[in-house]
């Protein structure tokens, strides 16, 4: 077992690519998939723990730009944690939209250090106001009598608060919300990830919003030339397991460039970049089954026989 692992904690994943290459039980994939997310959830992990208090147990302060990158951090850490329980479940697809919040969460992240800009962080914490604007602007418009006025009153001074924790004035706050950068796909893009884009939001992975194809693949089943309910639950394809944990893996390291931490700084890295490099290589592994017809029972209910 290489020391890293050892230094902090994580056990190892055996990775057989000889026999990952001839067999023909997905099960084995599923296996790996849930051994990646719980690495990666256990590395977020450690690095929250090690950015939010010193080994002496004081607790660590962050400046505004950090404490952008280490609430990203810990909403990608939940979201793991979170959608690998879904996995364990018997009945729960709810690692399903959850794979989407937390792919656009990392990549989030991920930009916002490659940007390395006070401007685009600046513009990140504006861009939640502009909701409230709208709704301050629509209130002021409204009779009202004493109740609404005195709640109208409570909740200025809520926004009021929040922006100078921000470190705001309604002059940085746009006129429109989302409009603090680039959307999700040119995140992606811009950090030469196109491809894990389209794993996680492509056709119906886009499980959040209901489409047809996300029905057929989830909902609906075909038998003797009819569409019929399909209320079982499926699991998280192996290769969105590895993709996601991959993503985690590499927040984890751009998030551990940029916070205060009491962590030991190679061991983590070395651990971060081989979780990396397994992802890489169980996605090939993972394609070839697929390619073997690996996956066919699983597609056969999609269609009937002829």
Request: proline fraction near 4%.
């Given at each position: ?24 039980d ?7 998939g ?17 950015a ?9 302060g962050?400046?505004?730009d ?19 329980d ?12 959850l794979?989407r ?12 250090v ?57 002059d ?17 893009e811009?950090?030469?990830q ?54 985690v ?15 030991d ?10 979780t ?23 597609l ?5 026989p002829?």
């Amino acid at each position: 077992m290489p020391t890293s692992l050892t230094t902090l904690g994580i056990p190892a994943i055996r990775i057989d690519t000889g026999h990952l290459s001839e067999t023909d039980d997905r099960g084995e994939f599923d296996e790996l998939g849930w051994q990646m997310l719980a690495r990666a959830g256990r590395l977020c992990q450690l690095l929250v723990e090690k950015a939010s208090r010193r080994s002496d147990g004081t607790p660590i302060g962050l400046t505004l730009d950090e404490a952008v990158i280490g609430g990203l951090l810990v909403r990608v850490g939940k979201l793991t944690r979170a959608i690998f329980d879904s996995t364990q479940a018997d009945g729960s697809e709810a690692h399903s939209p959850l794979s989407r919040c937390l792919g656009e969460t990392a990549i989030t992240l991920r930009w916002l250090v490659w940007k390395s800009d006070p401007i685009s962080y600046r513009r990140f914490r504006a861009d939640s106001f502009a909701r409230w604007r709208a709704w301050l602007q629509r209130a002021a418009a409204t009779s009202e009598d004493g109740t609404a006025r005195q709640l109208r009153q409570g909740i200025e001074n809520h926004i009021a608060a929040e922006l100078k924790a921000a470190g705001l004035s309604w002059d940085d706050v746009p006129s429109r919300p989302n409009s603090w950068g680039p959307d999700v796909r040119r995140r992606f893009e811009d950090l030469d990830q196109y491809w894990l884009y389209e794993a996680l939001f492509v056709s119906h992975s886009t499980y959040v919003h209901p489409t047809w194809n996300e029905l057929r693949a989830f909902h609906l089943a075909s038998a003797e030339g009819e569409l019929r309910l399909d209320s079982t639950y499926a699991g998280i394809a192996p290769i969105a397991a590895f993709v996601l944990s991959r993503l985690v893996a590499e927040a984890c390291l751009d998030a551990m460039s940029v916070l205060p931490h009491d962590l030991d700084t190679a061991a983590f890295s070395d651990v971060a970049k081989h979780t990396v490099r397994a992802s890489q290589h169980l996605c090939a592994l993972f394609s070839e089954f697929a390619a073997r017809g690996g996956l066919d029972d699983d597609l056969r209910k999609h269609y009937s026989p002829t």
